[in-house]
């Protein structure tokens, strides 16, 4: 038996046939994230319904029928019933600077862009690193451009640490032929923090004076009430975020010390600032603070209000860098012993590097809540953006206006807000070492 | 040939910075003589400069009389009280902001937070709206939004009046929305009404008896008995039951509207609402980004395997996903309502009278004592916080982890 025609072989391949259309494209994808099933369905058009009423209102309230020009809310409401955005137009700068005198404007302005400068060596790995140099400068420079006065203020101020320095310096080389290195190098270091405190408390104004005296270079100064708007929240939150971020990794090394009376001041101090609202803290600032200090000494609102926000969220950074030293393997701290580091070299080469990494979120949102928190300096009279409200709702003009003014500066703080949550996921991307 | 050598046990000055054991006792020694100082020269100060004030250190300003008003209040007061009980007046209002606020956020965000999971793409992108427009601008704002919304949307009491009012009660006239708060059905005690309270905290214990009767029961027989429905049973029927049979001593009294105002009820200012909503919708936002991180934290072959053993859905849920997403999801969310509890001294924008606005408000303006009201308001916002993380701790004792 033999058969007389061959099988089929196939000669090559026969193509896909393309998936049917239920299954890929825009279609499939609605039906499998839009209406997969019933109450899928009903959460859909629920959805899409609350979209559509907010927009409804927004769109045309804030779009179509807004009015840029008048003068008044009278003016506004008679041309047009959408937002009175020419509130915004007229009072802009205010909400700007404050109060802050209308010639001296380009001074914070020069100050904000020096802080961008400033800042691209802190935040991107890409910048050159010498810049690091002029960013310690900055908070001079910015604290001369808005406060002015004479230039010899902040210079005679950064002078300080130079000054502990060469003290540092001089004390050791002498100390060192006398007796023990690591007794003369004590000495030596609190030698040199008591003279940099003693040049700031006594030898400053001092110095200040008299240089000005010899050559008087300087900007016309403006006063602290006069500054205000999103200006101040910027200077608040941003000496605020920098201060508190050292500030926050010693408490907390402070609270994981073996020396337990440093662990028991730490303890103690995280605690009371988190036990507390902010405002009771302002509270401190206005009027408590000056109680406990030497009769006679008045400082700045804005310098008291700084430290005590400082001292806030540096309390609220330390708990979030404390759970980034205890998430870290123990393992590492051994390793590092191991490797016989000491203990400032260890946390400095080892361990922080890795606890800062996994606290970045925590340490974001710490920097975030900072920011939002300064719109509270209001209950001690400051005119920070909310402030402002008061002095535009006071005049007749534009008496009542009440939701353009709120959007506005609840946009102001979202962009910013926003804009760091953005960034700490770059960062976190950035430093994935691909562990997990 | 490495030598050892001892020259003698004496201790020499050096030891003190190269020794280990003896150098952590140089340090403590140095910075508690520092903090010492310190806190010498601060209390030193604070003595000089109240005595330069002419002012004294002491809380007999609390006994006197207070002198100005409180409108919205749950115990009795007037402006003859003394500035104590104005104190308790805004401790209590703090308490009942806090508690209504701690109870919505965790409602609003429980809901936000399993629905930003949802496979539901719009639903999932409306809560990251949602969550990121609350997160990201500060409460004070939204304080004062909604607090704008209830006086500018709302209408006005004299809206209700007349023959074709512009505006309505909702529910029969239990809920009366006005741009000045809202009111809500007072309940009246009657004869016999404590009967029926006593009736319901004795059904409230009972539940908790049976349930651990049930759970004991079910550990020795395995036999699993319908707890959910028997607990709700036992939390109303009897209650109920007692409310009729003793001729339904306690009543409600309804808002009426009398002259310009409504009046009966429990009145609820505008402020104390707005403060309310803000403040369960700012911390519900945050609430559902912890919600959601603790469910994401249970891995999926958690559940997986809990199907492989054959139990049904709602029992993996609430025997091996809840149980473990819990443990991720409390001690953050009891840390959000400690800050709604700090939060809620924002009231002092929006005229709120919680402790800030009476303690650290007009008290401390009428007197002066600055540093005693400040002392005070610090001291209660620390006791709160304290036993809240009290709470905390003995809970996560509880859940944790027994490793070996």
């Given at each position: 038996?033999s058969t007389?025609?061959e099988?089929?072989?196939?000669?090559?391949d026969?193509?896909?046939?393309p998936p049917?259309?239920s299954?890929?494209?825009?279609?499939?994808?609605?039906?499998q994230n839009?209406?997969?099933?019933?109450s899928?369905?009903?959460m859909?058009?629920l959805g899409i319904?609350?979209i559509?009423?907010l927009?409804?209102?927004?769109?045309?309230?804030?779009?179509?029928?807004s009015?840029?020009?008048?003068?008044s809310?009278q003016?506004?409401?008679?041309i047009d019933n959408?937002?009175?955005l020419?509130v915004?137009?007229?009072?802009?700068?205010q909400?700007i600077?404050?109060?802050y005198p209308n010639?001296?404007?380009?001074r914070?302005?020069?100050a904000?862009?020096?802080?961008?400068?400033a800042?691209?060596?802190v935040?991107?790995?890409g910048a050159p690193?010498k810049?690091?140099?002029g960013?310690?400068?900055y908070?001079?420079?910015a604290?001369?451009?808005i406060w002015?006065?004479?230039?010899?203020?902040p210079i005679?101020?950064?002078?300080?640490?130079?000054?502990g320095?060469?003290?540092y310096?001089?004390?050791d080389?002498?100390?060192c032929?006398?007796m023990?290195?690591?007794?003369?190098?004590?000495?030596?270091?609190s030698?040199?923090?008591l003279?940099t405190?003693a040049?700031w408390?006594?030898?400053?104004?001092e110095?200040?004076?008299?240089l000005?005296?010899v050559?008087?270079?300087?900007?016309?100064p403006?006063a602290?009430?006069?500054?205000g708007g999103?200006?101040l929240?910027?200077?608040?939150?941003v000496?605020?975020?920098?201060?508190?971020?050292?500030l926050?990794?010693?408490?907390a090394?402070?609270?994981?010390s073996?020396?337990?009376?440093?662990?028991?001041i730490?303890?103690?101090?995280?605690e009371?600032?988190?036990g507390?609202?902010l405002i009771t803290l302002?509270f401190?600032?206005?009027?408590?603070?000056?109680?406990?200090?030497?009769?006679?000494?008045?400082?700045?609102?804005i310098?008291?209000v700084?430290?005590?926000?400082?001292?806030f969220?540096?309390?609220?950074?330390?708990e979030?860098?404390r759970?980034?030293?205890?998430a870290?393997?123990?393992?590492q701290y051994e390793a590092a012993?191991?490797?016989g580091?000491?203990?400032?070299k260890?946390?400095?080469?080892i361990?922080?590097p890795q606890a800062?990494?996994?606290s970045?979120?925590?340490i974001?949102?710490?920097?975030i809540?900072l920011f939002?928190?300064?719109?509270?300096?209001?209950?001690?009279?400051m005119l920070d953006p909310v402030g402002?409200?008061?002095p535009i709702r006071?005049?007749?003009?534009w008496n009542?206006?009440?939701?353009?003014?709120?959007?506005?500066?609840?946009i102001?703080?979202f962009?910013?807000c926003?804009g760091?949550?953005r960034?700490?996921?770059y960062?976190?991307?950035?430093?994935?070492?691909?562990?997990? | 040939?490495a030598?050892?050598?001892?020259d003698?046990d004496?201790?020499r000055?050096?030891?003190?910075?190269?020794?280990?054991?003896?150098?952590s006792y140089t340090?403590?020694?140095f910075?508690l003589?520092?903090f010492m100082?310190?806190?010498a020269w601060l209390?030193?100060?604070?003595?000089?400069?109240l005595a330069?004030?002419g002012?004294?250190?002491s809380?007999?300003?609390?006994?006197?009389t207070?002198?100005?008003?409180?409108n919205q209040r749950?115990i009795d007061?007037t402006s003859t009280d003394?500035?104590a009980?104005?104190a308790?007046?805004?401790i209590?209002?703090?308490l009942?902001?806090a508690?209504?606020?701690?109870?919505?956020?965790?409602?609003i965000?429980v809901i936000?937070?399993?629905?930003?999971l949802?496979?539901n793409?719009?639903?999932?992108?409306l809560?990251?709206?949602?969550v990121e427009?609350f997160?990201?601008?500060?409460v004070?704002?939204w304080?004062?939004i909604?607090v704008?919304?209830i006086?500018?949307s709302?209408?006005?009491?004299s809206g209700?009046?007349g023959?074709?009012?512009a505006?309505?009660p909702f529910l029969?006239?239990m809920?009366?929305?006005t741009?000045?708060?809202?009111?809500i059905?007072?309940p009246?005690?009657g004869?016999?009404?404590?009967a029926?309270?006593a009736?319901?905290?004795?059904s409230?214990?009972?539940?908790f008896?049976?349930r651990?009767?049930?759970?004991?029961?079910?550990?020795?027989t395995?036999?699993?008995?319908?707890?959910l429905?028997i607990s709700?049973?036992?939390f109303?029927?009897?209650?109920?039951?007692?409310?009729?049979a003793l001729?339904?001593p306690?009543?409600?009294?309804y808002p009426?509207?009398?002259?310009f105002n409504?009046?009966g009820g429990?009145f609820m200012?505008?402020?104390?609402?707005g403060?309310?909503l803000a403040?369960?919708?700012?911390t519900?936002a945050?609430?559902a980004e912890?919600?959601?991180?603790g469910?994401?934290?249970?891995?999926?072959g958690q559940?997986?395997a809990?199907?492989?053993l054959?139990?049904?859905p709602n029992r993996?849920m609430?025997?091996v996903v809840?149980?473990q997403a819990l443990?991720v999801i409390?001690?953050p969310?009891i840390s959000q309502y400690?800050?709604l509890?700090?939060n809620?001294s924002l009231?002092?924008?929006?005229?709120y009278?919680?402790?800030?606005?009476t303690?650290g408000g007009?008290t401390?303006n009428?007197?002066?004592?600055?540093?005693?009201?400040?002392l005070?308001?610090m001291?209660f916002?620390?006791?709160?916080?304290?036993s809240?993380?009290?709470v905390?701790?003995?809970?996560?004792?509880?859940?944790?982890?027994r490793?070996?």
């Amino acid at each position: 038996m033999s058969t007389s025609h061959e099988p089929f072989v196939a000669t090559g391949d026969i193509p896909a046939s393309p998936p049917p259309s239920s299954a890929v494209g825009p279609i499939a994808w609605v039906r499998q994230n839009l209406f997969s099933s019933v109450s899928n369905t009903v959460m859909t058009l629920l959805g899409i319904y609350v979209i559509y009423s907010l927009l409804a209102s927004v769109v045309p309230w804030l779009l179509l029928n807004s009015v840029w020009n008048a003068s008044s809310l009278q003016d506004c409401r008679s041309i047009d019933n959408g937002a009175c955005l020419a509130v915004i137009r007229e009072r802009y700068l205010q909400f700007i600077y404050g109060f802050y005198p209308n010639e001296e404007r380009w001074r914070p302005v020069v100050a904000f862009v020096l802080m961008l400068v400033a800042l691209w060596p802190v935040l991107f790995a890409g910048a050159p690193r010498k810049l690091l140099f002029g960013s310690m400068l900055y908070p001079a420079v910015a604290y001369w451009l808005i406060w002015g006065g004479t230039i010899w203020g902040p210079i005679a101020v950064m002078a300080g640490p130079i000054v502990g320095i060469i003290v540092y310096r001089i004390v050791d080389q002498v100390l060192c032929r006398l007796m023990d290195e690591g007794i003369a190098g004590i000495l030596a270091v609190s030698g040199a923090v008591l003279v940099t405190v003693a040049w700031w408390l006594f030898a400053v104004a001092e110095v200040d004076s008299a240089l000005a005296a010899v050559l008087d270079i300087g900007l016309e100064p403006v006063a602290s009430d006069k500054i205000g708007g999103f200006l101040l929240s910027l200077i608040i939150g941003v000496s605020g975020i920098a201060g508190s971020f050292p500030l926050g990794i010693a408490l907390a090394l402070g609270r994981r010390s073996n020396l337990i009376f440093i662990k028991a001041i730490c303890t103690g101090f995280i605690e009371f600032i988190r036990g507390v609202p902010l405002i009771t803290l302002l509270f401190v600032a206005s009027v408590l603070l000056q109680y406990f200090l030497p009769p006679g000494t008045t400082f700045d609102l804005i310098l008291r209000v700084v430290i005590m926000v400082t001292m806030f969220a540096a309390a609220y950074m330390a708990e979030v860098i404390r759970g980034g030293l205890a998430a870290l393997p123990k393992g590492q701290y051994e390793a590092a012993d191991a490797l016989g580091l000491d203990y400032w070299k260890s946390m400095r080469l080892i361990i922080l590097p890795q606890a800062l990494k996994i606290s970045i979120p925590g340490i974001v949102n710490t920097f975030i809540g900072l920011f939002k928190d300064t719109t509270l300096v209001i209950v001690i009279g400051m005119l920070d953006p909310v402030g402002i409200l008061g002095p535009i709702r006071a005049d007749q003009n534009w008496n009542g206006i009440v939701w353009e003014l709120y959007g506005f500066i609840g946009i102001f703080f979202f962009i910013f807000c926003f804009g760091m949550s953005r960034y700490s996921l770059y960062l976190e991307r950035k430093l994935q070492t691909g562990h997990r | 040939m490495a030598v050892i050598s001892n020259d003698g046990d004496g201790f020499r000055l050096g030891m003190l910075v190269y020794d280990t054991r003896y150098r952590s006792y140089t340090i403590q020694i140095f910075a508690l003589i520092l903090f010492m100082l310190a806190v010498a020269w601060l209390l030193d100060n604070a003595i000089t400069n109240l005595a330069l004030l002419g002012k004294t250190f002491s809380f007999g300003f609390l006994f006197e009389t207070a002198s100005y008003d409180i409108n919205q209040r749950l115990i009795d007061y007037t402006s003859t009280d003394t500035h104590a009980r104005a104190a308790i007046v805004g401790i209590l209002n703090t308490l009942l902001v806090a508690f209504l606020g701690c109870i919505t956020a965790t409602i609003i965000g429980v809901i936000a937070g399993v629905l930003r999971l949802s496979n539901n793409w719009l639903i999932a992108r409306l809560m990251t709206i949602y969550v990121e427009a609350f997160r990201n601008i500060p409460v004070l704002i939204w304080i004062l939004i909604t607090v704008a919304v209830i006086n500018e949307s709302l209408p006005a009491p004299s809206g209700f009046r007349g023959a074709d009012p512009a505006a309505s009660p909702f529910l029969g006239g239990m809920l009366v929305l006005t741009n000045r708060g809202f009111y809500i059905p007072a309940p009246i005690w009657g004869d016999m009404s404590m009967a029926v309270v006593a009736v319901f905290l004795l059904s409230i214990v009972a539940m908790f008896v049976f349930r651990r009767w049930a759970r004991k029961r079910q550990e020795a027989t395995g036999e699993i008995l319908p707890v959910l429905r028997i607990s709700l049973a036992i939390f109303f029927l009897p209650t109920l039951l007692a409310f009729f049979a003793l001729g339904m001593p306690i009543t409600l009294e309804y808002p009426e509207l009398k002259g310009f105002n409504f009046q009966g009820g429990v009145f609820m200012r505008d402020s104390l609402i707005g403060l309310w909503l803000a403040l369960s919708l700012y911390t519900g936002a945050f609430t559902a980004e912890i919600v959601r991180a603790g469910i994401l934290s249970v891995s999926k072959g958690q559940s997986e395997a809990a199907f492989a053993l054959g139990l049904r859905p709602n029992r993996t849920m609430n025997l091996v996903v809840l149980p473990q997403a819990l443990r991720v999801i409390v001690p953050p969310l009891i840390s959000q309502y400690l800050n709604l509890t700090k939060n809620s001294s924002l009231a002092i924008a929006v005229g709120y009278m919680d402790v800030t606005g009476t303690l650290g408000g007009i008290t401390m303006n009428q007197t002066g004592k600055a540093m005693e009201c400040i002392l005070l308001l610090m001291t209660f916002y620390l006791i709160a916080s304290l036993s809240i993380s009290s709470v905390m701790n003995w809970y996560n004792e509880r859940v944790k982890l027994r490793e070996r």
